[in-house]
């Protein structure tokens, strides 16, 4: 079965930088493109980023760009989420998914992703 596994997560000072992974099995990698999500405590489930089949295209949440990056290695089936500058309000759970769609604006969208993983969590706190 399809397995999205992150890791990374965990406890950083505002300023720092982590960088998350997302680990995929079960299905063919380089046919989906892939997104990260973040979810805070009562609220909604936000489009972070997501980037193209290839690697080659990537998309941003307008908020986040210049201190988040995403990437891809279509060898090593993983994806991943450098954060740098973080700050109180980036804290929440952070989930990698796969989409059948491009990387554009309709990736944005949590009901167009078709695997999902369980999340991981970041807690930006001094």
């Known amino acids: 079965q399809v397995q999205l596994v992150e890791s990374g997560g965990g406890l950083v000072q505002p300023g720092g930088s982590l960088a998350l992974d997302c680990a995929a099995s079960?299905?063919?990698?380089?046919?989906?493109?892939m997104g990260w999500f973040r979810q805070a405590p009562g609220k909604d489930r936000e489009f972070v980023a997501s980037?193209?089949?290839?690697?080659?295209?990537?998309y941003y949440a307008n908020s986040l760009k210049g201190r988040f990056t995403i990437s891809r290695d279509n060898a090593r089936n993983t994806v991943s989420l450098q954060m740098n500058s973080l700050k109180p309000e980036d804290t929440a759970v952070y989930y990698c998914?796969?989409?059948?769609?491009?990387?554009?604006?309709?990736?944005?969208?949590?009901?167009?992703?078709?695997?999902w993983g369980q999340g991981t969590q970041v807690t930006v706190s001094s």
């Open positions: 998914a796969a989409t059948t769609l491009a990387a554009n604006s309709r990736s944005t969208l949590p009901q167009n992703y078709v695997y």
């Open positions: 079960g299905l063919t990698f380089s046919a989906y493109a």
């Open positions: 980037v193209s089949r290839s690697g080659g295209t990537t």
